[in-house]
């Protein structure tokens, strides 16, 4: 893991109200439906947890797991998924809730996976809308902040694996290369 530092970004209480004003707004929006709110893991786990228990209305939770960027900052490229849906999501009204929309890859082929399933409706909840890479057209309905770019960690996002439960979300800054080296 090569030398860095971590800057705070958005402190802990800016996420705190973020996420109550978003759990507000999705209790209106699905008010008297059946929302079943799918977690990407790993990152979306804090996030979740978080907008469940502040959300004002029955909701039942599932879980999916897809590795697209392994241990580094960089996107392998290939999208797998490690595990699946456990519950039938056949007529109801899904909200997949994300850590990161980055180029948008990693949810266009998640919601091709969950539309042959059926569902009443699908739509996105992303904790951070990474939007500069964007590359291809992908909607985040309830976006909890918006950043242009940088690689940023802690509230369930990490680096290799560091940095999930740290409270604030940090952008990792990493210190300029010496010559002879070279990343790995
Ligand atoms: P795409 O490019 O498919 O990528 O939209 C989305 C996935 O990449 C991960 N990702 C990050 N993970 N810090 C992280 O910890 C980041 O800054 C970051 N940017 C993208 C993320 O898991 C998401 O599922
Ligand atoms: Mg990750």
Redesign the pocket.
């Known amino acids: 893991m090569n030398a860095h530092r971590l800057v705070l970004k958005i402190s802990k209480d800016e996420i705190q109200n973020r996420v109550r004003a978003l759990a507000a707004q999705i209790a209106s929006d699905y008010q008297g439906k059946d929302l079943v709110m799918v977690g ?1 893991l790993k ?1 979306a786990f804090i996030f979740l947890a978080d907008l469940i228990r502040s959300l004002d209305m029955p909701v039942e939770v599932d879980f999916i797991r ?1 590795a ?2 392994g241990t580094s ?1 960089e ?1 392998s490229g290939g ?1 797998t998924l490690s595990k699946d849906l456990e519950c039938s999501i056949d007529g109801r009204d899904v909200l997949v809730v ?12 998640l919601m091709g996976h969950l539309q042959r399933r059926n569902p009443r409706t699908v739509k996105i909840c992303a904790l ?1 809308d ?1 939007y500069e ?3 291809v057209e ?1 909607p985040v309905h309830y976006a909890g902040f918006r950043i242009p770019s ?4 802690g509230y369930g ?3 290799a694996e560091k940095y999930r439960g740290l409270q604030g979300i940090y952008e ?1 800054a990493f210190d300029a290369m010496v010559e002879g080296s070279h990343a790995g």
Do not use: H, N, P, Q
């Not at 994300?98 to 082929?109: Q, S």
């Not at 940088?150 to 960690?153: I, Q, R």
């Open positions: 990407v990152g897809i697209s960027y900052t996107s999208i994300e850590d990161i929309v980055d180029t948008g890859l990693t949810m266009r082929w951070i990474k890479r964007r590359a992908m940088g690689f940023v960690v996002l990490d680096f990792v």
